[in-house]
């Protein structure tokens, strides 16, 4: 097996190349994935604290949702406190960059009636901000409205819920739009 080809899979979230492999070699594609990403994950970590500081510059433009660094796709951001700004979050090697506030990270629509934000009663902080063109969806943690400091990558796991409820009304975080710019 090619191991820098499965990083790279993994990375880009090849998911039919894992059930193809799987079926080949008699295991879970589900457990593979899983278990090849979780492990894959500290050294991207290890691997972009070098860059982060480039990207958390205000001058640093990266205009897709994909880490910059490590390429995995984006489904989480946070909204500062100081200044309603965006930044999207890589769980993979846990790089935040800046992005629109107003814009769907999957098709680019920046048509403000077609951009929405849902919020589940009780629980402010934590949104949905999903796009009526494309579908698309991205769980957002808004510090504005909860603890100014939290880790994105917790939560992110504590938000599931939102993940099913953004499932359950139609949107997905796994559209496939060529464009992918913010």
Same mark, same amino acid.
């Given at each position: %097996? @090619? ?10 979230? @090849? =998911?039919?190349?894992?059930?193809? #492999? ?24 290890? =691997?972009?604290?070098? =860059?982060? #500081? ?7 433009? &990266?205009? %897709? ?31 935040? &960059?800046?992005?629109?506030?107003l814009s769907c990270i999957y098709c680019g629509n920046t048509e403000p009636n ?13 949104? #949905? ?21 939290? @880790? ?8 599931? =819920?939102?993940? #099913? ?18």
């Amino acid at each position: %097996m @090619d191991f820098g080809e499965i990083a790279s899979r993994v990375i880009n979230e @090849d =998911y039919k190349f894992f059930e193809e #492999l799987s079926a080949a070699k008699g295991f879970s594609s589900e457990l593979a994935y899983f278990l090849l990403d979780h492990a894959l994950r500290p050294f991207l970590r290890c =691997y972009a604290l070098p =860059y982060q #500081l480039t990207v958390a510059q205000e001058d640093f433009h &990266w205009e %897709m949702s994909i880490c910059p660094i490590c390429g995995s796709p984006a489904n989480f951001s946070r909204v500062r406190a100081e200044d309603g700004q965006r930044f999207l979050f890589c769980e993979h090697c846990f790089t935040e &960059w800046r992005s629109k506030y107003l814009s769907c990270i999957y098709c680019g629509n920046t048509e403000p009636n077609t951009i929405k934000y849902l919020m589940v009663e009780g629980d402010d902080a934590h949104q #949905l901000f999903v796009c009526e063109k494309c579908k698309g969806y991205l769980k957002t943690f808004d510090e504005r409205k909860g603890r100014m400091k939290t @880790d994105l990558f917790i939560a992110g796991i504590e938000t599931v =819920y939102l993940d #099913l409820i953004a499932e359950e009304e139609g949107y997905t975080n796994k559209t496939e739009n060529e464009r992918n710019l913010n």
